[in-house]
């Protein structure tokens, strides 16, 4: 008899009802995007009656995306901690513990709760998509193609964060094994559940889809910092693709779009469009959320918070500007060689309490309102660095590095034997990624692509086992919400 978690089958089922509902009104300028006013209701009949209603849907879809449980900081938080970047010091249930550890089961809460919120934004983008499509004579054709092309990015995000937790990675077969029930159209009753599982690669095939449509119908700026930041214009679909590519393993395409929106030498930035590139203290885009550095990141506020036990800073900051829910394990990058004291990554970032080093790059205080940075033009520049080095590249590799190493340690130098080969340049770019990237929800996704073995971690009195590509442990299995709703599995 399959163990059925009963209270999250009830919310799976009420959340399918809520999704029946009338969408909802939601601000659009940048004063109201940072501190909301209460959301009317507007019956789903006049939803998008006026283009101020129909813009108000969009936002909302963003909303929808930065669910606690979600974007609003869960989907970071899970993808770190499964690495061996960090201890668990307090063994919190509620706060990821068996994700640590590497035994959730179908009915674990957050196989469960962030399973639910993904596809309950996919299905609030689908029925906007429709909803526009019904009403596209209400609305200005280039806002008509702007707006969808921005649902199409998001859904493209939100299927991307799914397959690589729930699914097997890609390079594992070529995108052979079970992916996800891939949910295109809206839905607005439960008459549809039943729906059976893609391949990872035909997931992979509608992510590249939706986010080759974002890139033909994006903005190539929208027209102020914030709105350049918090909302999708055509580098940020760019951006994710490299990020796609990579986890496809197919390193020329993820070189052939980064050099859409690298260029230069020893500094980079994007030659069109918004005008990315790095900032020149690495602490920066991480108090100033705004800048050219922050590709796309989810917005917070006062009045706008992640809630309660889903923000980064309350994870991982030490108490009392955080709980010290997470410690930087010794073992880990932390503690690296070729991570020196003097890199400005480790004296502005990495402090200690207790003991222990603890990560700060998130240092807004309670309700701890740090954007949540989904991506970054330093992740786009790592991206293309290992593509480049995988395909032979290594003077491009070694030039994109730098670039990353060298804004936060001026006089670093690689050891010879570090960029020498293709294998060893390889490696040191994935260490960068590491150190750069850290708590930003890369390092469980990059051991699963480059098909790696989770390694075992100990500490605070308990510990994780090392889990091998082929154990049944090195993704999260399909929750118990869905099995339980959905017969065609």
Known sequence: MKNINIKARKHYLLKMAFLALPLTFVACDTEELLNPVPETSISDKNAFDTPARILGQVNGLYDAMKDGQFYGGRVLVYNEIRGEEYINRLTNGVTGLQTWQQNVQAGTNEVQNLWGSAYAAINRINVFLQGLEDNKAKIDPALYTQYQAEAKFLRALAYHS?????????????????????????????????????????????????????????????????????????????????????????????????????????????????????????????????????VFSMPMSDLDAPGTQNQLGYYFNAAPTGNGEYYLNTAGIVNDAAWPETDARKTKFIVTAGGNKYLQKFSKPTPFTDYVPVIRYAEVLLNYAEAAARTNDLPKAIELVSAVRHRADATYVFPVEAIATQEALVNTILKERRIELLGEGFRSLDITRTLQTFPEKVGSGISAPAVAPSSSDYVWPMPNSEVATNKAL
């Not at 700026?221 to 940020?236: Q, W």
């Not at 951006?239 to 230069?264: C, D, F, P, S, W």
């Not at 020893?266 to 690495?282: E, K, N, R």
């Open 162 to 294: 799914l397959v690589t937790l729930y699914a097997k990675p890609f390079t594992a077969d070529n995108g052979a094994s079970p992916g996800l029930p891939l949910r295109l159209q809206a839905e607005t009753s439960t008459a549809n559940n039943d729906l059976a599982r893609s391949t990872v690669a035909q997931v992979y095939a509608q992510i590249l889809n939706d986010l080759n449509d974002a890139e033909a119908g994006l903005l190539l700026t929208n027209g102020s910092d914030l709105l350049n930041t918090t909302r999708a214009h055509k580098n940020t679909a760019i951006a994710l693709k490299t990020r796609v590519y990579l986890h496809m393993g197919n390193y020329a395409k993820v070189v052939e779009e980064a050099q859409k929106i690298v260029a230069g030498t020893v500094t980079f930035s994007a030659p069109t469009g918004v005008p990315h590139a790095l900032q020149a203290d690495v602490a920066v885009p991480f108090a100033n959320y705004t800048t050219t550095e922050s």
